[in-house]
């Protein structure tokens, strides 16, 4: 009788962070269903991240120690040496060996686990670069979600990055701008856009309570909004709620910047985060979805996976015109300064939702065709 194969996910966030599910998440319930043994190593916690209320999931995940849920082992490790973004804590060499000072010592736990060999590591989270040279693997595969040249504290992970690029079996990225870090043509590099969990965002749902005293329209925002990543255009949503007064603009997902400036304008609703199962119900009584993004190096090679959940969920899209996005021709309105954006949010509203389009889109980008793809590039 063969014993299952073992596979261990270095990623960013979590495995039991309540508020979002990435793609290695998918991944890793999809492998664990199919029965293999699943780990899961997510970003380090050391004593600068304890004064930063951003760092919560994580602090509570390293309390815990090895848990197992849904099936999946996962670990925080907790570092003395903190890989940070103050010199000299952000340097090549500690993202690097950071890892190395972990209490207790990281081998320590991969081995009495029995996950110091395995048949396949999955890194998305560069900054657990250790990994890959103190676990012995059959197969590395390397997802690139984002491109780190878009976020100035991370330069020199790119260092890291190019270093796992040369290790790596297979190289998986998730828009097409991603495939510049494959200048030589590289045959193992694979396009594997982000994705959407069908069954999880189809279906009724009841009246979020927040949505009582907030009425339609509503205009709906599902994501992070975290210092450093540049994503979100935050002068852009405050015009909006000006130029279209009777409409609300509801923000649902987890913060780390001031929002003082847009909280005072009486139709911004800022609920903060929500769990993962609760997200489906805001968005099925929601009337638009948007994605007010700026243009720059991290939009421009996203794949943002609130498109596919919008349109799972029936939801009309009002987006700002993001190259990845616009190549995939999916079923929404691209916008480009507040005027386009105000006008298209009223045509939305005014078509309805539930299109047929929104949906079969959505079908076509599923996790588990996406898991298909990444087993056959593996050859698993």
Known sequence: MHSPKKILFASVHPWDTQFLRAGDHHYAELFARE???????????????????HYY??????LKGAHTTRSVLSYTPFTLLPFVRIPPFNSVWVGKHHLRFAIPPLHTFLKSHGFHEVDILVMSNVSLFYLSHAVAWKKFALRITDDLAG???????????ESLIQKADSVFVTSRELMKYNPRHQKNFRYL??????DHFKGARSLPAEYATIPSPRVLYVGSLFEGVDRVDLNLISVLARTLPS?????????????SHIKKQHNIH???????????????????????????????????MKLFQYLAAGLPVVSSRMQELAAMNPPVSFATGYKEFAAAIENAYRGGKDYPEFFAFAEKNSWADRYKSMKEALGI
């Open 193 to 198: 856009p982000n994705a959407v969990d069908l």
């Open 270 to 304: 800022i609920l903060g985060p929500r769990r993962y199962e609760d997200i489906p119900a805001y968005m099925k009584h929601a009337d638009v979805a948007i994605i007010p993004f700026k243009e720059n190096i991290l939009t421009k090679a996203m794949s943002a």
């Open 57 to 62: 999931s994580w602090i509570q995940s390293a």
């Open 247 to 259: 409409y609300n603009f509801v923000f649902v997902g987890p913060t780390s910047i001031s929002l």
């Open 151 to 161: 976020i100035p504290a991370a330069q020199n992970m790119l260092s890291l990055q």
């Open 35 to 53: 029965g293999y043994e699943v780990c899961w190593i997510s970003n380090h916690v050391s004593l600068p991240h304890f004064i930063r209320k």
